[in-house]
């Protein structure tokens, strides 16, 4: 065998003892301090730009806020995003009344045409929120409903804000939310102050935000309700407020 070749048996050819060609890990391609000053832009963005209540909200039991659309879309200007929004997945059964949409949506940047992140979101009409409501008027909602989630989700991605933001408050499993049944502890001042509030702006009757708590987690005042219980029927009439006003939209549209 010729100097400086591997000797090879069997086909294999054993890895080289030269420690130069060793390459374990890809280089960063942004540096520590680049990286650092993009976080806080747009932590900063947050703070001045972004209002709360309307582009993110902050819920009780949850330690970032949660970021909603108007926010999303914001973000998705500031960066320099278009948006393409797919519906990859449909159910439509008009005879029993079951709508369910999934959406896929991709940010495309504009200054050089390449796609930035995809986000996944769906959403159908056997939802809690939807309970109360005929499943032939919130086709539409339901719709806007998965785009919506399907944005957020991308734009997380897109922008690197998962840090600062949690997911869209209603894609947290329902499931999970309601084992909170039971035990804690009792509910705190604010969160019963939250409750009202919520309660008022939408308009509605006592009597149906007592059947909705009841159902849900089956107790009969507002004072009785756990801290964690709290914090998830916050989360269900946050939801319904933004269902009712996607309805609206939709009527005025």
Avoid at 36 to 44: G, M, S
């Amino acid at each position: 065998m010729k100097s400086g070749m591997h000797s090879q048996r069997d086909n294999i050819v054993p890895f080289s003892n030269n420690e130069s060609e060793i390459v374990s890990l890809p280089n960063i391609v942004v540096s520590t301090i680049e990286s650092k000053r993009r976080v806080v832009e747009l932590q900063t963005f947050v703070e001045e730009v972004l209002v709360k209540g309307v582009d993110y909200g902050l819920v009780d039991g949850f330690s970032k806020p949660t970021l909603l659309k108007p926010g999303a879309e914001k973000l998705c200007d500031v960066f320099g995003f278009s948006k393409s929004a797919d519906v990859v997945n449909r159910i439509e059964q008009w005879e029993t009344g079951i709508f369910a949409y999934e959406v896929k949506m991709t940010l495309i940047r504009k200054d050089n045409g390449l796609v930035e992140a995809e986000g996944l979101g769906s959403c159908n009409s056997k939802e809690s929120s939807f309970h109360q409501q005929d499943p032939y008027t919130i086709v539409n909602t339901v719709l806007k409903m998965a785009k919506k989630r399907a944005l957020i989700d991308a734009v997380l991605s897109a922008t690197r804000s998962s840090g600062i933001f949690t997911q869209d408050i209603e894609d947290f499993p329902q499931a999970k939310r309601k084992d909170s049944k039971g035990g804690g502890e009792q509910t705190t001042k604010a969160q019963l102050q939250k409750i009202f509030s919520i309660v008022n702006e939408m308009d509605m009757p006592t009597d149906v935000a007592k059947e909705l708590m009841k159902m849900t987690f089956g107790v009969e005042r507002s004072t009785q309700l756990t801290q964690k219980q709290a914090s998830d029927f916050i989360q269900d009439l946050l939801m319904l407020k933004e269902v009712r006003t996607m309805d609206e939209q939709n009527y005025n549209d």
